[in-house]
């Protein structure tokens, strides 16, 4: 069943599809048992003398789909007309904070490709100081298979300005400039979202709106020439929100958070669609000012990905944990930094994540942590 919510409006449709690739606000319903007590950060297992502790089971990374490479999907010369300090960026292995679920067109057969200034959507705050990180940057999206998803995407809207299909630059009440939108490049869904700050005098709605557009006709026209274009499948037009509730992370939080898509009447973007498909969920809590205050999120077989981070210095190798209900060859870490906590968890393959901001808790390390417990171990 569809789970529809009342408008945010243009500007906050943007919003949800540039930091969104699920980034909803929530968690499932965590345990009423007592919440275990922070363990220090360290192995999860003690080999001893007659026992090999069990390496971590992460599963393997799919095989390319068919869509076309990043590097052609986003040029260097149309991107920098959009954001000039945008550079390529794995955003999923790279990025300190990046949300599982960013990964859900990949694994159902499409891309997902980012080009940044560095930071982060989920570093970005509504109010900032100079120098406080402000993600701005440019994500390309494909969803092959996805003729129908986007007929729904687009009936599924209150109104057709606030489709996550309608092409469209916005400015918000932040001093940024959002373009979103989608096209069908065959049976394929292509979808481009960009984020600037309004910072200098081409970051403007009307200037920047025929720049996006070309991106998006270029995007289209890669797609379109790709195997990714003609592929032919149950073209499913299933989507839905996760259901989230706020009580684990309230327990820990310093600060009142709520869902993202609580009382509002939010329309489907690529990323529900995506991530239905995988059987994905994603939440995130924001504060008074829809700031990202938590975020949850988990997407099976993608505990490479994990691997992956590890490898790369993202998440912290020392700072594995103890989490109860997990398995032999599971494992989590928690990595902090001066914004956030997160915790990865990979249990069967699948990589579950809990994200904490400094923002929302003081001691952001433990809560995190007591989070993570109350909520994966119930």
Not at 17 to 34: E, F, I, K, V
Not at 242 to 262: E, K, N, Q
Request: glycine share 6%; hydrophobic share 40%; aromatic share 6%.
């Amino acid at each position: 069943m569809h789970k529809k919510t009342v408008t945010r409006g243009v500007v906050a449709v943007a919003l949800l599809a540039a930091l969104s690739t699920g980034m909803t606000a929530c968690t499932p319903t965590t345990s009423a048992d007592p919440t275990p007590t922070p363990t220090d950060a360290s192995p999860s297992s003690s080999p001893t003398s007659d026992q090999t502790p069990a390496t971590t089971d992460f599963g393997t990374e799919p095989s390319a789909g068919d869509a076309p490479a990043c590097d052609a999907l986003l040029p260097d010369d149309l991107v920098r007309a959009l954001v000039p300090d945008a550079e390529p960026v794995d955003a999923i292995t790279e990025l300190a904070h990046p949300a599982a679920t960013w990964n859900a067109t990949r694994l159902a057969g499409g891309t997902g490709c980012w080009a940044s200034n560095g930071s982060s959507p989920l570093d970005d705050r509504a109010a900032r100081t100079a120098d406080e990180p402000a993600y701005e940057g440019v994500r390309v999206a494909v969803l092959p298979d996805a003729a129908a998803a986007f007929r729904t995407a687009g009936t599924d809207a209150t109104a057709p300005a606030e489709s996550a299909t309608t092409v469209r630059c916005a400015v918000s009440d932040a001093a940024r400039v959002y373009c979103n939108g989608g096209v069908l490049a065959g049976t394929a869904w292509v979808d481009v979202a960009v984020v600037r700050l309004q910072t200098a005098a081409d970051a403007t709605p009307e200037a920047m709106q025929p720049e996006y557009e070309a991106l998006l006709e270029h995007a289209r026209e890669t797609v379109a020439a790709s195997p990714a274009a003609s592929v032919d499948g149950d073209d499913s037009d299933d989507w839905s929100f996760t259901d989230c509730t706020t009580d684990g992370v309230a327990a820990v939080a310093d600060t009142t958070l709520r869902d993202s898509v609580t009382l509002t009447d939010t329309p489907p973007t690529i990323d529900e669609f995506a991530q239905s498909r995988v059987g994905g969920s994603t939440c995130r809590f924001v504060g008074p000012e829809y700031t990202t205050g938590a975020v949850y999120a988990s997407v099976p077989d993608s505990g490479w990905v994990v691997e992956q981070r590890l490898a790369a210095g993202t998440v912290d190798r020392d700072g594995r944990i103890d989490l109860p209900g997990l398995g032999a060859r599971d494992a989590a870490w928690r990595t902090c930094d001066e914004l956030a906590c997160t915790i990865d968890v990979v249990h069967d393959r699948t990589w579950t994540q809990y994200l904490l901001t400094t923002e929302a808790a003081s001691d952001t390390a433990a809560a995190v942590e007591r989070w993570a417990a109350s909520s994966f171990g119930s």
